[in-house]
T-cell receptor, first 116, second 113 residues
Framework: AQKITQTQPGMFVQEKEAVTLDCTYD???????LFWYKQPSSGEMIFLIY??????QNATEGRYSLNFQKARKSANLVISASQLGDSAMYFC?????????????FGSGTQLTVLP | DVKVTQSSRYLVKRTGEKVFLECVQD?????MFWYRQDPGLGLRLIYF???????EKGDIPEGYSVSREKKERFSLILESASTNQTSMYLC????????????FGPGTRLTVT
């Protein structure tokens, strides 16, 4: 079974500052993928970034980077230079690579508010 | 651009009614999923399908069924709606292969009264 834990229900950050959203996971799969999604108040889920468990380097996509620490089973999202439009709910998710594990397992989310 | 569409953004139904939620994707994706989203619980998988006429139960299938007669369409059915099924329902699709992200529809907010 897979489990994702996001321990920060809500976070505040000042505009233009960096913020780290925490995510820890648990899985027995030797190979897996980790995802981050953003959900603005409008409701749509927007894919942000992906990290494979065997990727040598941490993933980056523009202002988003994933701080992947495999030994600690953590996959924190770092948003640099926060913007007001970054205010949203953020979900960490994972998928195993074995068997029929095609589905994502999601954490409970972190509500990020960017302050002007 | 991948498009996943859902038949309704908002839906209000009465207890005991049969409810159909429709999802259509236009990118020939093999896999399709239905989730429900509740505050503090994140997204929970109800059912998924990896091929036409194929389905697998997710974490919370009780009270729901699904249908996939065509590759692009995946329907969620509430056989007899109950108030505890009031929720946001999200459909998603993805290509085969486990490293690909899921693309989500806009969601249907269902209220059962």
């Amino acid at each position: 079974a897979q489990k994702i834990t996001q321990t920060q229900p809500g976070m505040f950050v000042q505009e233009k500052e960096a913020v780290t959203l925490d995510c820890t996971y648990d899985t027995s799969d030797p190979s897996y993928g980790l995802f981050w999604y953003k959900q603005p108040s409008s409701g749509e889920m927007i894919f942000l970034i992906y990290q494979g468990s065997y990727d040598q380097q941490n993933a980056t996509e523009g202002r988003y980077s994933l701080n992947f620490q495999k030994a600690r089973k953590s996959a924190n999202l770092v948003i640099s230079a926060s913007q007001l439009g970054d205010s949203a709910m953020y979900f960490c998710a994972m998928r195993g690579f074995s068997g029929s594990a095609r589905q994502l397992t999601f954490g409970s989310g972190t509500q990020l508010t960017v302050l002007p | 651009d991948v498009k996943v569409t859902q038949s309704s953004r908002y839906l209000v139904k009465r207890t005991g009614e049969k409810v159909f939620l429709e999802c259509v994707q236009d990118m020939d994706h093999e896999n399709m999923f239905w989730y429900r989203q509740d505050p503090g619980l994140g997204l929970r998988l109800i059912y998924f399908s990896y091929d036409v006429k194929m389905k697998e139960k997710g974490d919370i299938p009780e009270g729901y069924s699904v249908s996939r007669e065509k590759k692009e369409r995946f329907s969620l059915i509430l056989e007899s709606a109950s108030t505890n099924q009031t929720s946001m329902y999200l459909c998603a699709s993805t290509r085969g292969g486990t490293s690909y992200e899921q693309y989500f529809g806009p969601g249907t907010r269902l209220t059962v009264t």
